[in-house]
């Protein structure tokens, strides 16, 4: 049986809040999203990688090592939007929206990622996660967490700790990682989906698709990032820090 046509695209925007140009930020001599897209294209799953982008900056520190780059709109409101607008112009099944601020993506979640999906013959949509016990993470509301049902779809993602742990069952708690796979049919109807209000309350975007009734696959993973994303400086040189110890070991996972 032939695999599905497998489309990975990277948004990515100049602006930031707390890191100006963060796609560009020097990382162990590349920008972090050279690093992001080598990455993406190492996992064997994809058909094609673009980068989508709406700033001219980007779009030429891009093409310089050798990256597939587009320009798009620049009103998009999220990310997926930018996303969608790219895969109304290319034929493919699936379309999986990497993040462009994952420079340690490990291109084996992304495989995990699209093969489940794609073994999942009915879900609209996937995602992964990850197990987790650290208090600090459990009780941060900077990281998602997600409950799921029996069948491995999401049932709820929050900010807070979910389940709460009224009795100690031993039941595990899992961190959502922020990268999603869809049906190409099924992205270009949920970007059109108005916003709701979990999604607006928790201010998570895929809560959308849960509230409008559709589905999301949630995916285990065994390889989660071998670091942070980044979104500020001190983000950066973690990611330096990790990267000067793989390469003074040989490696670069």
């Given amino acids: 049986m032939a695999m599905p046509e497998v489309l990975g695209v990277i948004p990515s925007r100049y602006a930031s809040s707390r890191l100006p140009g963060k796609p560009l930020v020097d990382l162990g001599g590349k920008t972090m999203l050279e690093r992001v897209y080598e990455r993406?294209?190492?996992?064997?799953?994809?058909?094609?990688?673009?980068?989508?982008?709406?700033?001219?900056?980007?779009?030429?520190?891009?093409?310089?090592?050798?990256?597939?780059?587009?320009?798009?709109?620049?009103?998009?409101?999220?990310g997926s939007s930018r996303v969608a607008e790219v895969a109304r112009g290319v034929d493919a099944d699936y379309v999986v929206n990497i993040q462009g601020d994952e420079p340690m993506l490990d291109p084996r979640m992304l495989e995990e990622l699209v093969r489940g999906f794609i073994a999942d013959k009915t879900?609209?949509?996937?995602?992964?996660?990850?197990?987790?016990?650290?208090p600090k993470v459990l009780h941060n509301p900077g990281v998602v967490k997600v409950v799921r049902a029996r069948n491995g779809r999401a049932l709820y993602f929050s900010r807070s700790l979910i389940p709460?742990?009224?009795?100690?069952?031993?039941?595990?708690?899992?961190?959502?990682?922020?990268?999603?796979?869809?049906?190409?049919?099924?992205?270009?109807?949920?970007?059109?989906?108005?916003?709701?209000?979990?999604?607006?309350?928790?201010?998570?975007?895929?809560?959308?698709?849960?509230?409008?009734?559709?589905?999301?696959?949630v995916i285990?993973?065994?390889?989660?990032?071998?670091?942070?994303?980044?979104?500020?400086?001190?983000?950066v040189e973690k990611i330096r820090l990790i990267l000067a110890g793989n390469e003074r070991q040989g490696g670069n996972r």
């Fill in 40 to 78: 993406a294209c190492a996992a064997d799953v994809f058909f094609r990688v673009i980068i989508a982008t709406d700033d001219h900056r980007i779009y030429d520190a891009a093409k310089k090592f050798g990256a597939d780059v587009v320009m798009t709109r620049a009103d998009h409101p999220d």
């Fill in 164 to 217: 709460y742990p009224r009795v100690d069952t031993g039941y595990t708690v899992y961190e959502h990682l922020g990268i999603y796979a869809f049906t190409k049919d099924f992205l270009l109807k949920m970007v059109e989906l108005p916003p709701t209000p979990l999604m607006e309350t928790e201010s998570l975007e895929q809560l959308r698709i849960l509230e409008h009734g559709y589905t999301m696959a």
């Fill in 123 to 134: 879900a609209d949509s996937a995602t992964v996660c990850v197990a987790v016990s650290d």
């Fill in 220 to 235: 285990e993973t065994k390889y989660p990032p071998a670091g942070p994303n980044v979104n500020t400086p001190e983000d």
